[in-house]
Structure formats: structure tokens, C-alpha cells
């Protein structure tokens, strides 16, 4: 039997614990279930009412269309608090299906006018020059019924935590992220009824500086958004009467502080549980003795957060041996970013002091050199008997950890917290060498320790910012590991504020002041190819892997800049030379002191980027429709690409990620492209399997060669052992990716001098491996957006006898297996309901070369090895 299961809006109902939606018109998805094969959906209704049993309706009517995601709202635009159902019903060979059972959608508050409440601050809090205690804001207001709906809407300048009766409203940290305060500013809606009783009730929150008012960048610049912190809300309840009460952040509330005397992302918390207000945040408590608030106007662009929020995702209980002076090291058994967790016992007055580091020095110690000016640090003072401690208001990059105290003090129980963007896990990859299933675990780790808030480039030194660079390269391994859609759909909403009238893309997003970078000095243009590139790159990879028009629509204007602004620097001969690049950044030939010295020309480099953006820029026009569009930049990808081969041909074929860039943004002419391939493969050799790419040539390389058919040469370079390579990362026991392949020396020691202060331990840039793993290794490629179509291309080498993967496409689960044993290669694929696929053999294997077409289901192919005579 078919049926619809119905998803709203532009995440998954499931995955982000959302109340409201900030869309007045929500694009809907859904997806089929079926116990038959060979399903394909023809057409669907889509039905929208104001009650729960469609009484009244408004209707699609009946569209064709063999597509589950991104459709159009059918129904008037929902206004403020406004609550509706949809249902969907889709039409396969059999007829139509049932109804799919009702989805609700709720409206957050739309407009500006909505917003009642003013941000509420502390006037001793404002224009502080360091960290300083973390104001705490209250209100207590009365309900005279029993509460039937309540709903907080809550956001902050800074970072909050807000409480009902002294009960937290969610488990959500970090609220409300990082964005471009100035345009655009997130908050949550919250579902508070529970928390609340007839009679007294009291609202309350901590504001800590957050990314808002804390440091930010090397030069640990503060106050870059504002001197001042402040709390956002507004409680709207419905009581049992029909009555309503709204209680609102005016200068009605009171403020004071508590135990919290200091709280940095960079430096860590510090607390003194002696100071703790006790019952500040629950009813009846005195606060006479604390300050009015002061309000200050409404921020601009107030928008309903629509991504998951930052979460503890994990607990680890870590090993822990006391060192000869005392103090207690705490191995996390891998790097990861978050906090401790601990319960003490201890005096009042004795005190607990916590470490972090990714690494060890050559003692055993904590290596926090390369930590830079992140102290990293968390430091308690106890209240006297047992407690609970952890930090608030940060977060650390870390696999080890010191615990000191004082005498007196016994550390009962130490757990690891696990923190990052709550994302829903979605990819999945296994094969028969556990050195490369160790690499793919490290991948999965990087980007849940940066994928936090915003998409970082690090989470443990004085950085942690948004590079654009380094998710350009890594997004399509992104998007099919996690679902990314909605959180990068929200950083890419900020690129676009953010970007510069004549369509540069700031070096970072959210955009900070950089002035130079560590170690080399090196003065920032403002913008440079492949950094901005992500303008094009990243939504063209959403839609790769997510199939949404409406998503891809809402980023056309800032890839259309990006692209015309690299037009305006080209050359007279069609090249952007002559200025300052970033190039193939971390070439691991580069002098340690200058990673952007790479061996292949960085005006090559940023040609071919142009013609590569303008080639996704003219697929994207083509998707949605701006026919007049397609021909400009697809003539100009095709003028640039011959502008860069005419120019560096010659030079490109000397190297890996010249030869990688030219046969993967079509560079070279048709003509050339085996000569090419045959190049690279000579260099992959010639080189001992070493990779020699940076940044921007390392997400190409595998895939360039496997285009070309040199598969053993991409074998060789996934499995080689040594120094640079993925494999030697592992073999000294990463946990995670690195910055730098070469960040721990053959002999285990570290050369923290050679280096200087840029060396990272948890940089997911170098796992873009991880999308030809999917692709290639296992074979698992969508070739329509969304994996309507999907591809199975298993590409077995090396030493490897089996390998699997998994994705949780728009459609369902697909996946394939394989395994070469017994003198064949069986291959085991499931397709989801409303897909069709495409099979190919590997070269060398024979049985059934192709399969033009597979429904939805299950499928085994076997196929034997080719008889050389």
C-alpha cells in the first residue's frame, strides 16, 4: 500500500523541536511509504484548514508533478500566532492515496508591530572593557486562572538563559546563535504552558556576552556589536476564562547578579556559587535591593529562528588518572567541543580550576600555546558541600583537560558535554579498512564540533569564526552527512546582508573586523577567490542534496553578485590577476610561515573558481528559469576557462590541484581532458601517493581522478600512510580533521615553532574526502536535486573488499552495499518510494555493465571480473 507521510515547512518536523514558523507562506515536503516496488508519485493535492478536521479547505487542486519537496503554500499566508493544518494526498499507479494524517503550522509573530516588549538592560552592566559578572533579569506577574496556552517568544543581545518559575523553557544553549546582529537578529518561540501555575509566577534570565558584546577574532576585539547585553521578551498566555494576560520585558523588570562573575567563549566561565541568589528565579524572592532595567529599542530584522539550536548532543564519561602534584587529567578519548561536567565536594570558599587543550606537549602537559589568547579556562568557587558544576555562557575545543583544586575538595564524577547544533544525522559510511572508517568518523566529528551556531573554521583557539573558504569546501560532504539544510540556508542569509554593494563576500560570516592573520601577517583585500566562492558553491550544494527551488531562489541575487563582482576584476586577456590571493591555502609545500605561497599559481587558481561559479550561477538559472541568464554565464565560463588554459595550461598539468581544477571546472578543453587526467595520475605517482592540495584543491582531487578513470591513482592517494595524507592523520591517532596535514611530526612531537599560532586540531576543510567516499567508494551519487534520481556507481579499489553507505534523502533512506568475494562483486542497493536510479558497473567487472533504469526498492546485482587474454 502508498500512502504520504506529510513534513512542513524548510526542516523536518522532527529535527528541530520548533514551535512557530517565520514563513508566512511555508514551502511544504513530504515523503512516500510503500510496500511494493517501483513507486513514482504522479501527482499530489495539498489541502490547508483553519481546524483539525478540514471542515473548511483550501486546495492545490490536482498538480502533476513527480517531485515531494519544496511546494507552494496553497492557502492565504498565515499572520501572526495564526494556526493551521495541511495534509497532502499524491496520486501513483494505483490512484490516489489516502490523506496523510494533519501537520500543524503555527505563525511566530511576523512583524515588528507584533513586538510589545523592548529589550531590558542593566545600566551598571553597560560599556564594561572585560568579561564581568553576567547580569540576571527578572519580572513576577500573577495569573488568576489555570493557564490553558502560553507561548514565550525570547531572544537577547548576548546569550541567555530564561526560566519559567525556575525551570529552564528548553534545553537550548547559546540562544540565539550568532548571526548579523545588526540586520538580522533570531529568536525562539517556546511552548511554556507547563511551566506555569494560577497565582504567582516569575519570569527570569541570565545574558551572558555571547558573540555580541565578547571577544571575537586574534586581536580579541570586544563590544563589536554593542556595550551593552539585554534580554528580549514577551509571554503571551490564554487562561481557562478566555481571558489573556501578556507579560513583557519592560521597565517593570529588575535586575542584579549572582554567582556568574565572568563568562567569555574565548576565556571560559568563572563562578563563585557563594554569590548565587538563592530563589531568584522563582516567586516571592526580594529583589529590592536590585536595579531597574532600562529599555532600548527594537532590533532590527527580529526573525523567528528556523534551524535546530546548539544542544549538549553527547556524553562521554572520560578516563582520568591523578598526576604526582595533584591534579587530575581528563582524556575525552577524542576532540570535541563542549565542557566538563563535574561533582564536587569541597569547603565554602575552596576552589575548582578546569583546562582545556586539544593536544599534549612532549611532558604530557596541556600544549595551550596554540590556543593563542583563548585562556580556555573555567574556575569555581564552592558554597561549601556538594555541587554541580559547569560552565555557562561558552564552550571549548578539547580532548584533554586539568582539574585543579584546592585542598579539601573531592572531584566525585567527571562527564564530558558534547555541545554543537543539533542536527539530525542523516549519512552514514563503513568499509572493510578501518583506517578510512577512522577518517570518516573523524570527518563526522569536525563537523558537529563546528557546525555550532555557525558553520566555524575552529572551536578551541581565539578564532571560531565563520570562513567562508572552508565550507565552500567542505559543503556537499556537509549536506550529505547532516541535515544542513536550514542551518546553512541561515548562515547563506546572512551572506547575503552581509555582502558588499559591489558583491565582494566578506572573508567571514557573520563579518568581523580581521585586519591581519596569524602567522603570516597577511593583510586581508576584504575578500578572495574560493572564500567567496562559497556565495555559489553552498547554495549549489543544498540544492544538490536537498532538491529545493524556493531555498535556491532565496539565494540567486548574492551568487548573481558574487559572479558579476569577479567579472569586474578580470584582465583585459579574461584572467583575475594582480591581486592578493589566498590561493591553494596549506599546500602542504607551502613555507610553514606563508600557507598561501602554494605551488600553483594563485592567479590560475582564482580564474578557474570564476568559471567555476559561473557555471553553477547558469545551472542555478536554469533550474529557475532566467532563461537570459543561463546564456550570459555559461559564455562566460566558457570564455574564462579558455582564458585560464590559454594562460597556465602548461603550468596547471604540473600539479595536483592544477590538473584537479582544470578537469572539474571543465578548464581544460575536451579535447585535453585525458591528457590531464593521465598527468595527475603521473603526479600521484610520481609523488608516492602523497596528497600535495590545500584548501581549495583537496575537495576536487579524488573526484578528478576517478572522472578520468585513474581509480587505482585515487586509491593510492585515500590509503597512503605518510606525511601528507589522510591516513597519516589517523595513524597518529587523530580524532579529528586538521588544520595542517602535516600538525604532528612522524616522531609524535609537535613543531609548535614551525608552525607558529595556526595549528588546529579540529578543521573539517580536508573532510571534504568524505563526498567521494559516499559517492565513489560506495557508489551512492544523487543526478537530479534531491536524489530524485539517484546513481549507483560503486568504484571499488585499493585493498578494499566491501564498502557501504547510507543517506536519508527528501525521498527516504538510500543506500548501497558492496563486496568483492567468491570472484564477484555483489552490489546490494534500496532505492525509496517516488525514486528512480541508474546503474553502472566498475571498469573491470562485467555481468550487467548498466542498468539504464531501476524503480524504487530493493536490488541485487553480481557481477564477475573480466577476463584479460
Not at 588554459?645 to 578537469?663: M, N, P
Request: glycine share 8%; hydrophobic share 40%.
Amino acid at each position: 500500500m502508498d500512502t504520504a507521510t506529510s513534513v512542513v515547512g524548510l526542516h523536518t518536523a522532527d529535527d528541530s523541536g520548533l514551535v512557530a514558523t517565520p514563513y508566512p507562506d511555508p514551502r511544504l515536503s513530504w515523503s512516500l511509504t510503500s510496500d511494493r516496488p517501483d513507486v513514482l508519485q504522479h501527482a499530489y493535492e495539498i489541502q490547508v484548514s483553519t481546524e483539525r478536521s478540514f471542515r473548511d479547505t483550501a486546495s492545490s487542486g490536482e498538480v502533476e508533478s513527480d517531485v515531494v519537496t519544496d511546494h507552494p503554500w496553497p492557502a492565504e499566508p498565515l499572520s501572526s500566532r495564526e494556526v493551521r493544518y495541511w495534509r497532502v494526498r499524491v496520486r501513483t499507479d494505483l490512484g490516489w492515496t489516502a490523506w496523510s494524517e494533519p501537520a500543524r503550522v503555527e505563525a511566530a509573530l511576523l512583524d515588528d508591530t507584533d513586538w510589545v516588549a523592548r529589550p531590558v538592560h542593566l545600566p551598571s552592566d553597560r560599556g564594561r572593557t572585560s568579561p564581568g559578572p553576567v547580569p540576571l533579569l527578572r519580572r513576577e506577574f500573577s495569573l488568576p486562572a489555570e493557564p490553558v496556552s502560553a507561548r514565550l517568544y525570547v531572544t537577547s543581545l548576548g546569550v541567555h538563559r530564561t526560566a519559567v518559575n525556575g525551570r529552564p523553557v528548553s534545553d537550548e544553549l547559546l540562544e540565539p546563535g550568532w548571526t548579523s546582529y545588526p540586520n538580522r537578529l533570531l529568536y525562539a518561540t517556546y511552548d511554556v504552558t507547563g511551566l506555569l501555575v494560577p497565582g504567582p509566577n516569575a519570569l527570569s534570565a541570565a545574558v551572558g556576552d555571547g558573540w555580541y558584546r565578547g571577544h571575537l577574532t586574534w586581536h580579541k576585539n570586544r563590544d563589536v556589536y554593542g556595550d551593552t547585553t539585554a534580554v528580549l521578551a514577551q509571554l503571551e498566555v490564554t487562561l481557562a476564562d478566555g481571558s489573556s494576560v501578556m507579560v513583557a520585558t519592560d521597565d517593570h523588570w529588575r535586575g542584579g547578579y549572582g554567582d556568574l562573575l565572568a563568562a567569555d567563549l574565548y576565556d571560559g566561565c568563572e563562578r563563585d556559587l557563594r554569590h548565587e541568589p538563592d530563589g531568584w528565579q522563582l516567586p516571592g524572592f526580594v529583589d529590592h535591593d536590585w536595579e531597574p532595567v532600562t529599555p532600548l529599542p527594537l532590533p532590527q530584522g527580529l526573525t523567528q529562528r528556523a534551524h535546530p539550536p546548539v544542544r549538549v548532543v553527547q556524553v562521554i564519561r572520560p578516563e582520568q588518572q591523578t598526576l604526582p602534584d595533584g591534579t587530575i587529567a581528563v582524556d575525552a578519548g577524542e576532540n570535541i567541543t563542549g565542557w566538563l561536567r563535574l561533582r564536587v565536594d569541597g569547603p565554602p570558599g575552596s576552589t575548582v580550576t578546569v583546562r582545556h587543550a586539544e593536544v599534549l606537549d612532549g611532558d604530557g602537559r596541556l600544549l595551550t600555546s596554540i590556543l593563542r589568547g583563548a585562556r580556555a579556562t573555567d574556575q569555581y568557587t564552592l558554597a561549601g558541600d556538594r555541587a554541580d558544576l559547569r560552565p555557562e555562557f561558552t564552550f571549548h575545543g578539547f580532548r584533554y583537560a586539568e582539574i585543579v583544586t584546592s585542598p579539601g575538595v573531592t572531584v566525585e564524577a567527571v562527564e564530558v558535554d558534547v555541545v554543537a547544533s543539533d542536527l539530525r544525522r542523516i549519512g552514514d559510511f563503513h568499509c572493510s579498512d578501518e583506517r578510512v572508517n577512522t577518517l570518516y568518523a573523524n570527518v563526522v566529528r569536525s563537523q558537529r564540533g563546528n557546525f555550532l551556531a555557525v558553520p566555524t573554521d575552529c572551536p578551541q583557539r581565539d578564532e571560531r569564526l565563520g570562513w567562508t573558504g572552508d565550507i565552500m569546501a567542505f559543503a556537499p560532504t556537509a549536506c550529505a552527512t547532516f541535515d544542513s539544510a536550514a542551518f546553512l540556508d541561515s548562515w547563506l542569509t546572512d551572506l547575503r546582508v552581509e555582502q558588499r554593494p559591489d558583491g565582494a563576500v566578506p572573508m567571514v560570516i557573520p563579518d568581523v573586523p580581521l585586519g591581519e592573520l596569524p602567522p603570516a601577517d597577511l593583510p586581508f583585500a576584504g575578500t578572495a577567490a574560493g572564500w567567496g566562492d562559497a556565495a555559489t558553491v553552498v547554495p549549489a550544494a543544498l540544492f544538490d542534496a536537498y532538491g529545493r527551488p524556493g531555498m535556491l531562489g532565496r539565494h540567486y541575487a548574492a551568487m548573481r553578485a558574487w559572479v558579476e563582482f569577479t567579472v569586474d576584476h578580470l584582465a583585459e586577456d579574461g584572467t583575475w590577476s594582480g591581486n592578493a590571493q589566498l590561493g591553494d591555502w596549506l599546500d602542504p609545500a607551502a613555507p610553514p610561515e606563508d600557507p598561501a605561497r602554494a605551488t600553483t599559481d594563485s592567479a590560475y587558481v582564482a580564474t578557474a573558481f570564476v568559471a567555476h561559479s559561473a557555471r553553477l550561477l547558469a545551472d542555478a538559472a536554469r533550474e529557475l528559469g532566467h532563461a537570459d541568464d543561463v546564456d550570459r554565464y555559461a559564455a562566460l565560463h566558457r570564455r574564462t576557462a579558455e582564458a585560464a588554459w590559454r594562460e597556465w595550461g602548461d603550468h596547471a598539468r604540473t600539479t595536483q590541484t592544477g590538473c584537479a581544477l582544470a578537469l572539474e571546472f571543465g578548464i581544460a578543453p575536451a579535447t585535453e581532458r585525458a591528457d590531464v587526467g593521465k598527468a595527475l595520475a603521473s603526479l600521484v605517482r610520481a609523488n608516492g601517493g602523497r596528497i600535495a592540495t590545500g584548501f581549495l584543491g583537496t575537495p576536487f582531487v579524488l573526484p578528478a581522478l576517478s572522472s578520468t578513470g585513474h581509480t587505482a591513482e585515487a586509491y593510492e592517494l585515500l590509503l597512503n600512510p605518510e606525511c601528507p595524507g589522510w591516513l597519516y592523520q589517523v595513524a597518529q591517532g587523530a580524532t579529528t580533521m586538521w588544520e595542517r596535514w602535516d600538525a604532528i611530526r612522524p616522531d609524535g612531537t609537535i613543531d609548535v615553532e614551525k608552525a607558529g599560532t595556526m595549528l588546529s586540531f579540529n578543521h573539517y576543510a580536508y573532510g571534504a574526502v568524505a563526498a567521494w567516499l559516499y559517492r565513489s567508494v560506495a557508489g551512492l551519487r544523487p543526478v537530479d536535486p534531491g536524489y530524485r534520481t539517484i546513481e549507483i556507481a560503486p568504484r571499488p579499489g585499493g585493498t578494499l573488499t566491501s564498502a557501504e553507505a547510507s543517506i536519508a534523502t527528501p525521498y527516504g533512506t538510500a543506500s548501497v552495499a558492496w563486496s568483492i568475494g567468491d570472484d564477484a562483486l555483489t552490489v546490494k542497493a534500496v532505492l525509496p518510494p517516488g525514486t528512480t536510479g541508474r546503474f553502472s558497473a566498475p571498469e573491470g567487472w562485467r555481468g550487467a555493465e548498466a542498468i539504464d533504469r531501476l524503480g524504487s526498492g530493493s536490488h541485487l546485482v553480481s557481477l564477475r571480473p573480466v577476463t584479460r587474454s
